[in-house]
Every structure is written in structure tokens, then in C-alpha cells.
């Protein structure tokens, strides 16, 4: 669920800006080259109409990188928002003071499209936004004062292009922004909703363990208890071997952690728990360590060999766990003689590596797990 809703933020991420960057150059290419051409023998000076336009095209295509792989805009956004603004001045220069709010004069409508991608998804985009549109009408405005055209047409088609284009460029900014923000506000309320189900349930299973462990507690003494309250002889060597075994189990029992509800320690104490049954010595250390996160295969081959030797131990073992941030090693010692062992270290493609040794009857298992 977590996965979805974060790949659905991903998409809003990355169609919003995939979307500035195609508004961008439909509007370039659709629009501004085709006047540029269209219009060619209007210009004052066309090769600087021109050139505004191929650089124009160059600081699109650094910012549509920027936003296709990182959904945000280029590091040097502010140094190319200068750069686009010094567009927007050539284009008004190669242009007739008569075509200066013609369809050649194509910059000061264009160029707030690509302050968009270059603003895009940055911490301050809304003020470096508003104040990059506000620095283009500005611009714009001066060269009607300086060129004299301030009559009441020319500036009321100066404030309806101008109002237009910033109410759709600022308009589609926010918008997208709004809809990254509530995308990743649900990505974070699933990765908060999983981090409580994961709290709940280990929990429970600490209260289960607990409850476990109190339960084999009873029953170890119990048995104990009875037995001597029965007549048994303490002197006699089975009592004492039986007492010997309940006080081991019931020193694992109660020095044993609540704090560790790893799968991997769960299933030591579970096969610990059942080779005790069949009345082995069982020494295990508090498994205290906290484990680290294991890939997928890991855990099942850590326990796969020391697990076998567990099982078909016949009267006594010891199993240890050691843990550091990338490095579990799992070993158990036990009078197992039927376990095959092999004379050279087995390397899993989980990348646990188990390593045998046998002395008489005794054998070493010791599985390890070393992360990158």
C-alpha cells in the first residue's frame, strides 16, 4: 500500500513537470518560431530575433533536463532566469517600435513559460516567480514608455496579454505545486499509518512473547516442584540432571529481552524452546542485539544450517547470535553427529556464508551475513 501511494506521488511529481516542460515548447515551436519566420521581414534587425530565439531554445532544453530527471528545476536557475529576461530585451530590440506589441514581438508572452520550469518545485519558487513575471512586465512597460506607445488601446493590450499569461503561468505553478504537496502529504500519512501497524504488531508479539515465556516459566518449575515434592531424591543423579536443566532453561528464560521481536530471534527461541522439550542442555546468551534490516533470503539462510544442528542435537548445544549495523552471525555448537557437513565454507546466493566444523560428535555451524 505504502509503495502505491508513494508511486502515486512519484507520477504527480513527475507528469506536473513533464507538463510545464511540453506547454513550454508547444509554445515556443508552435507559436514563437513560427512568427519569427512568418514575420522575418518586419524585424529591425532579424538575425538578433534570431539568435534570441536559438537561446531561448538552449535554456529550455538545460531546464527540460533538469525537470525530466530531477522533477525540479536546474541549479543555476537564477543565473538562466537573467539570461531569459536578456531574451526578452533582444527580442524587443530587433522588433520596429511600430510591431512592439505585434505578433513578432513574441518574448515578453513566452518568456514566463520557461521562468516557470526554471523556478520549478525550487523552496522559494512563489516570491523568485512572481518576482521574475513582475522583472518581464516591467521590462516590457519601460520599452512602450521609452518607444512612446502609451496610448489607451496600447495599454489595455498590454494588461490583457500581460494579465493572461501570468494568471495561466503562476496559475498552472501553483496548481501543480498544490497537487505535489497533497500527494506527498498521503505518502507520508501511509508511511506514518505503517509505522504505527508495525509498532501494534510488535507489541503484540512482545506481549505474546511474554506471555510465552511466563507460561514455560511455570511449567519448568512446576515440574521441578513436583517432582520433589513427589519423593524424588535430590542426591539422585537424574533429579540433579533435571534440576540442572530447568535452572538452564529458566536462566535463558528470564534474562531473555522483550525488546527484540525480530523474526530471526523468534525462531531461535521457538527451536530452542522445543529441543529443551526433548531434554537438551540448551546455553543461549540474551539475544539483546537490535538486528539489522536483512535483504530478502538472508534470514532464511542464516538459520537454515544452525537450525539443522539445533534440531538434531541429542543432549546438550549452544546457540549464539551476533549483530552489528551490517553483520548477523548466527552459531550453534551441539552433539549432533548425523549432520552432513561440508570441509569448505558454503557460500548461499543470499550471500550468507556457513562454515562447519566437527570435533567427535560435536559440531560447529557458524552461519555469517555481511552487508555492502
Same mark, same amino acid.
Given at each position: 500500500m505504502i509503495d502505491d501511494i508513494e508511486e502515486v506521488a512519484q507520477r504527480y511529481a513527475r507528469y506536473t513537470a513533464i507538463g510545464a516542460v511540453v506547454i513550454a515548447a508547444a509554445w515556443h515551436l508552435g507559436y514563437d518560431l513560427t512568427v519569427t519566420i512568418a514575420g522575418w521581414p518586419s524585424f529591425r534587425w532579424?538575425? /538578433?530575433?534570431? &539568435? %534570441?530565439?536559438? *537561446?531561448?531554445?538552449? !535554456? @529550455?532544453?538545460?531546464?527540460?533536463?533538469? +525537470?525530466?530527471? $530531477?522533477?525540479?528545476?536546474?541549479?543555476?536557475?537564477?543565473?538562466?532566469?537573467?539570461?531569459?529576461?536578456?531574451?526578452?530585451?533582444?527580442?524587443?530590440?530587433?522588433?520596429?517600435?511600430?510591431? /512592439?506589441?505585434? &505578433? %513578432?514581438?513574441? *518574448?515578453?508572452?513566452? !518568456? @514566463?513559460?520557461?521562468?516557470?520550469?526554471? +523556478?520549478?518545485? $525550487?523552496?522559494?519558487?512563489?516570491?523568485?516567480?512572481?518576482?521574475?513575471?513582475?522583472?518581464?512586465?516591467?521590462?516590457?512597460?519601460?520599452a512602450m514608455i521609452v518607444t512612446g506607445t502609451v496610448d489607451r488601446v496600447s495599454i489595455a493590450k498590454y494588461l490583457m496579454v500581460m494579465v493572461g499569461s501570468i494568471t495561466l503561468q503562476l496559475g498552472y505553478a501553483a496548481g501543480c505545486h498544490t497537487l505535489r504537496v497533497r500527494a506527498d502529504d498521503a505518502a507520508l500519512l501511509a508511511r506514518r499509518l505503517a509505522a504505527d501497524d508495525a509498532w501494534r504488531e510488535s507489541a503484540q508479539r512482545i506481549h505474546a512473547d511474554r506471555l510465552r515465556r511466563y507460561a514455560a516459566i511455570r511449567d519448568v518449575a512446576e515440574s521441578l516442584l513436583e517432582q520433589l515434592a513427589d519423593g524424588a531424591d535430590p542426591g539422585d543423579p537424574r533429579v540433579r540432571e533435571d534440576c540442572t536443566a530447568g535452572a538452564m532453561r529458566l536462566r535463558r528464560l528470564i534474562t531473555e529481552r522483550e525488546d527484540v521481536p525480530d523474526e530471526l530471534v523468534s525462531v531461535l527461541r521457538e527451536r530452542i524452546d522445543a529441543a529443551e522439550r526433548r531434554q537438551v542442555l540448551v546455553t543461549a546468551p540474551p539475544f539483546g542485539q537490535r538486528m539489522p534490516v536483512l535483504p530478502e533470503g538472508v534470514r532464511e539462510d542464516l538459520l537454515r544450517a544452525p537450525v539443522l544442528a539445533l534440531d538434531g542435537a541429542r543432549s546438550r548445544a549452544r546457540v549464539t547470535v551476533s549483530a552489528m549495523s551490517a553483520m548477523v552471525s548466527v552459531a550453534v555448537v551441539a552433539d549432533n553427529d548425523d549432520l552432513p557437513i561440508s570441509t569448505t565454507p558454503v557460500r548461499e546466493p543470499s550471500g550468507v556464508v556457513v562454515t562447519y566444523q566437527r570435533q567427535g560428535r560435536d559440531v560447529w555451524v557458524n552461519s555469517i551475513w555481511q552487508g555492502p
Open positions: 532579424p538575425w /538578433l530575433a534570431a &539568435a %534570441a530565439w536559438i *537561446g531561448y531554445t538552449a !535554456v @529550455g532544453v538545460i531546464a527540460a533536463r533538469s +525537470l525530466v530527471r $530531477r522533477f525540479e528545476g536546474p541549479a543555476r536557475a537564477v543565473g538562466l532566469a537573467v539570461a531569459v529576461l536578456a531574451v526578452d530585451v533582444a527580442v524587443i530590440v530587433s522588433c520596429r517600435p511600430g510591431d /512592439l506589441l505585434g &505578433a %513578432a514581438d513574441w *518574448g515578453w508572452g513566452s !518568456v @514566463g513559460w520557461l521562468g516557470v520550469m526554471l +523556478l520549478w518545485n $525550487r523552496p522559494r519558487w512563489r516570491s523568485e516567480l512572481i518576482a521574475f513575471l513582475s522583472a518581464n512586465a516591467g521590462i516590457m512597460l519601460t
